[in-house]
């Protein structure tokens, strides 16, 4: 069955980095749009970034262009999300989806238009 499993979570210092993996089984994540959310304490869940399949767009939330990244290994059928130059209110608990019904992201980040979720990996981000 579809699997995400989310990794790399901890506690880290403000201005310091984490790499968050998101390993898929059951299917092949390469041919689909998947996306990281994220959502803190008594805040919306929200969408991070997303990768298309090839030349799909791969929009970021205002809130962290240019400090996270994206990437995909279709080897390991892994996307990770390089996070750096954190802040405090990057703490929240993050989320890989999958949308199995395309193979592009939208630029809205909507969750309603991912079925499949992990269980969420914490960041904490504090001095």
């Known amino acids: 069955q579809v699997q995400l499993v989310e990794s790399g979570g901890g506690l880290v210092q403000p201005g310091g980095s984490l790499r968050l993996s998101c390993a898929a089984s059951?299917?092949?994540?390469?041919?689909?749009?998947i996306a990281w959310f994220r959502q803190a304490p008594g805040k919306e869940r929200e969408g991070i970034s997303c990768i298309s399949s090839s030349d799909g767009p791969t929009p970021y939330a205002n809130s962290v262009k240019g400090r996270f990244t994206i990437s995909r290994d279709n080897a390991k059928n892994t996307v990770y999300l390089q996070m750096n130059m954190l802040k405090p209110e990057d703490t929240a608990v993050y989320y890989c989806?999958?949308?199995?019904?395309?193979?592009?992201?939208?630029?809205?980040?909507?969750?309603?238009?991912?079925?499949?979720w992990g269980q969420g990996t914490q960041v904490t981000v504090s001095s």
């Open positions: 989806a999958a949308d199995l019904t395309r193979n592009f992201c939208s630029w809205s980040l909507n969750k309603a238009d991912f079925g499949s």
């Open positions: 059951g299917f092949t994540l390469a041919y689909y749009a």
